[in-house]
């Protein structure tokens, strides 16, 4: 097998992109089917089907990131404030959000029906959450736009919940702002693949 398969490649090409812009190399129909086939084909544990998200674009966009600042401010010390408002901007500069939820009834109903598993489900619902920003981030990189993975929850879930109307049982994990691509991020470094994979043969 060649490690430049399609996907694979895809893996190797995706980073971490904080210079974003407001445009976008898709149109939002085609962001939100990504999305919507993301979450469709990522699997989840005994099938829960439990990852909710949530595609923000424009002004719901915009909205997102200044909940999350006027929440900042509230409690970041005056002098830190300026560089978390510019981080902040930065995110707010993007073309959208995809904000990443776990629904809490599903992970509930399952400890309540398979209770030798109770304490593997909020751990298997995180993971499958972490599957589902995965294959949305590396998707997003193929199409040529840039993102990266925020985690401003629990700070901001009342607020966005009752902002954009979501249930109570939803659990935010992560927020994913992206855009088209301003600056290419820098070189990663990496730990030594002996060191990481044992393989036995
Ligand atoms: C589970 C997880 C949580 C992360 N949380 C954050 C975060 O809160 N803020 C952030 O800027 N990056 C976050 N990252 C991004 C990592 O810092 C980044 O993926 C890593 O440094 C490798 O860089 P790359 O994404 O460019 O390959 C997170 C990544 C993972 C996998």
Redesign the pocket.
């Known amino acids: 097998m060649s490690t430049s398969t399609q996907f694979l490649n895809a893996v190797k090409e ?5 210079a974003i812009s407001s445009e976008s190399t898709i149109s939002d129909k085609e962001i939100v089917e990504l999305v919507e086939t993301a979450v469709l084909h990522s699997p989840t544990s005994f099938n829960s089907q439990s990852s909710r998200a949530v595609v923000l674009l424009g002004e719901h966009h915009h909205k997102l990131w200044d909940i999350t600042a006027e929440t900042l401010r509230k409690i970041v010390p005056t002098e830190q404030f300026e560089g978390t408002a510019q981080k902040l901007a930065s995110f707010k500069a993007g073309h959208g959000t995809v904000l990443f939820f776990e629904d809490q009834n599903v992970v509930k109903h399952l400890q309540e029906n398979f209770a030798l598993y109770a304490e593997n489900f909020p751990i298997w619902s995180n993971q499958s959450s ?1 599957i589902l ?2 294959v949305v ?1 590396t998707a997003l990189s193929e199409q040529g736009l840039g993102a ?4 401003y929850n629990p700070l901001i879930d009342d607020e966005v919940k009752s902002t954009f109307g979501l249930p109570a049982e939803w659990k935010l994990i ?1 927020q994913m702002p992206f855009g088209k691509v301003v600056t290419e ?1 820098g070189e ?1 470094e990496f730990l030594p693949i002996e060191d990481r994979v044992k393989v036995f043969q």
Not at 14 to 18: A, F, I, K, L, W
Not at 148 to 151: A, E, I, M, N
Request: glycine share 6%.
């Open positions: 995706r980073r971490s992109v904080y972490g920003q995965f981030w990266s993975l925020q985690h992560a991020p990663k």
